[in-house]
């Protein structure tokens, strides 16, 4: 028998890097502050930028890379880099525009939301803390709550278990290939907006159900029942 068409979502869970807060600049300070240590040239945001997606560990790998830094040095570069990423998370990281007041408008109807995050709970909370943007979420997982990581379904399966929904009621937004991957596995719909990360490539190439212009054309949809 065929499942009855979705007239509303349950819930909406988003990425954060790149689709809810733009994150980059103090990431990139974080990176180059490191490769100072190994006596390396900065490198631009635009180049961090396509290493964010992944997790941490990931990222300062492919910036030692990028300035050709002894790959043996990789424990003592994640530990720099922590450090310095503790010290430079927030001060330049701002949510996008329309982030807000597009979850302040969803809140207020009731919908159920949540992040799904590769970024570990300790920079994770104190950014969405920073932002402002706590109250909004009844559910975060970031990269460390499960021993899971996004391409992998279960953090969102996650997630919507503890917003009480099924996750083929459930619309993830996001900015990569990651999230369309992950939410494809999990059972979600999945919108992705042009303006992140997704390790350089055009989001077009995502495979994602939608592309939206940002959090305001979500919000107009999800209220407005246009779930397709």
Known sequence: MKQPALKRFAAVLFDLDGTLVDTVPDIAAAANRMLAEFKRDALEDHDVARFVGRGIANLVELALQ????????????????????????????????GVPESLARMREAH????VVTNKVASFTLPLIDHAGLRKFFASIVSGDT?????????????????????????????????????????????WCVPYGYNEGRPIESAGSDRIVSGLAEVAESVLSGRVA
């Not at 990028?66 to 701002?94: H, N």
Request: aromatic share 8%.
């Open 66 to 97: 990028a300035r050709s830094v002894d790959p043996g040095q990789g424990r003592k570069a994640l530990e720099l880099f922590e450090r310095f990423y503790t010290e430079e998370s927030g001060r330049r990281s701002r949510p996008y525009p």
């Open 111 to 114: 919908v159920k939301m949540g």
């Open 146 to 190: 499960l021993p899971w990581k996004k391409p992998d379904p279960r953090p969102l399966l996650h997630a919507c278990t503890e917003l009480g929904v099924q996750a083929q009621n459930v619309l993830y937004v996001g900015d990569s290939i990651h999230d369309v991957e992950a939410a494809h596995s999990a059972g979600c719909a999945i």
